[in-house]
């Protein structure tokens, strides 16, 4: 463990936060890159009767995400669409605390993520990477480096201008 990630690495109001349940056009494939990439652990898949999978859960590092096949028949008959089908934008981004920022970078970079932010450290206190992953779904992943009052935290981005 680093210095910088001796202390609370996630805050406590960050610790229960809703679930995200994203959509991709191939949720197998998008798996695999979140185990290579992110170290994700594949807690359960459901399979679609039609093929492919109607819903997945993983986990990274402490948080859930639940994910499925934005292309089978059930999917479909409730409109969810994965961002490929939006013209590759997205209408979400997915905040995740880790330890150690870096080096999940270096990682997700290797297995295919384009990095849209390199890791740096912010002025809200934390150190940050955004990241696109093939999927198309933006990541902000954090490393927690100091607590910041709201005072501060102002100033900070004042100064930032």
């Known amino acids: 463990m680093t210095e910088r990630t001796a202390h609370i690495e996630i805050p406590d109001r960050y610790r229960y936060a809703v679930i995200p349940h994203i959509m991709v056009d191939d949720a197998a494939a998008a798996i695999d890159f979140y185990q290579r990439a992110f170290g994700a652990r594949e807690d359960f898949r459901i399979d679609a009767p039609s093929g492919g999978i109607l819903h997945a859960e993983i986990t990274i590092g402490r948080s859930a995400l639940m994910l499925g096949d934005a292309s089978v028949d059930e999917a479909e008959a ?54 696109k992953d093939p999927s198309g779904h933006v990541w902000v992943f954090l490393t927690h480096v ?16």
């Open 78 to 131: 409730a409109s969810f669409a994965a961002p490929t089908s939006l013209g590759g934008g997205t209408s979400v981004t997915l905040h995740v605390f880790v330890p150690d920022v870096d080096s999940l970078a270096e990682r997700a970079e290797a297995a295919g993520a384009e990095i849209l932010q390199p890791p740096k450290d912010m002025f809200h206190g934390d150190r940050t990477v955004i990241l």
């Open 146 to 161: 100091e607590d910041v009052s709201q005072e501060e935290l102002q100033r900070r981005l004042a100064a930032a201008g």
